[in-house]
């Protein structure tokens, strides 16, 4: 089994074994989509979007698989949708892509609210990592989590609710599910790998 298909086996288990785990299908069907599956990655990012209907990454990913499958009108549907959940959350990456794509796809782009309104006063803290509910009610952690460039990185980007509810709830699923050891060096690279994916931190 190749290395792509093995990490599909390890997610497509955590879906099933925590259906309402919206950061298990969506990673799911990012790697169904890699793997050219798209019918499955769609499968797996509307049921993303059941659970986390804010999440704006999942409209773009979910957008491009069915290109893929020929199922244009759905997608520009799909981006149209996407674009302005984007746009209310701040989320202008994902916006910026959504809108770019409508355009190669010959469709007239939303205008944006945000834009319109202008920006406000700047102050706020806004979490990157994909899903999160807080939104503008975002919380700065008081400090880094770890003394490092990751717990850097995640003091910078992640709000205090993503990284409690990583502690508290997702990273106990991760070592139970995978049954990882933390002693050993493996062990701790996949619960590494495991946190970077549910906070969207890059490696």
């Known amino acids: 089994m190749s290395q792509l298909q093995d990490r599909i086996s390890q997610f497509r288990k955590m879906a099933?074994?925590?259906?309402?785990?919206?950061?298990?299908?969506?990673?799911?069907?990012?790697?169904?989509?890699?793997?050219?599956?798209?019918?499955?990655?769609?499968?797996?990012f509307r049921r993303t979007l059941e659970l986390s209907p804010q999440?704006?990454?999942?409209?773009?990913?979910?957008?491009?698989s069915l290109l893929?499958?020929?199922?244009?009108?759905?997608?520009?549907?799909?981006?149209?949708?996407?674009?302005?959940?984007?746009?209310?959350?701040?989320?202008?990456?994902?916006?910026d892509e959504m809108s770019r794509m409508l355009v190669e796809l010959g469709e007239p782009v939303p205008v944006s609210k945000k834009a319109a309104q202008g920006t406000g006063s700047g102050e706020g803290f806004h979490c990157q990592r994909?899903?999160?509910w807080a939104g503008s009610r975002a919380r700065k952690l008081d400090k880094p989590p770890m003394k490092d460039e990751i717990?850097?990185?995640?003091?910078?980007?992640?709000?205090?609710?993503?990284?409690?509810?990583?502690?508290k709830n997702y990273s106990i699923k991760v070592i139970n599910e995978l049954r990882l050891d933390l002693s050993t060096e493996r062990g701790q690279e996949e619960y590494d790998r495991y946190m970077r994916e549910f906070l969207g931190i890059e490696q």
């Open 16 to 44: 099933n074994d925590d259906p309402d785990n919206e950061l298990g299908h969506y990673r799911l069907g990012q790697l169904l989509q890699e793997a050219g599956q798209h019918a499955d990655a769609v499968a797996s």
């Open 55 to 64: 999440f704006s990454k999942v409209f773009q990913l979910l957008a491009a």
């Open 68 to 95: 893929k499958l020929n199922q244009r009108e759905e997608a520009i549907k799909t981006l149209k949708h996407g674009f302005e959940v984007a746009d209310e959350r701040g989320d202008n990456i994902p916006r």
């Open 130 to 132: 994909p899903g999160c």
């Open 151 to 167: 717990g850097q990185r995640i003091f910078e980007t992640v709000c205090a609710d993503c990284w409690n509810d990583w502690l």
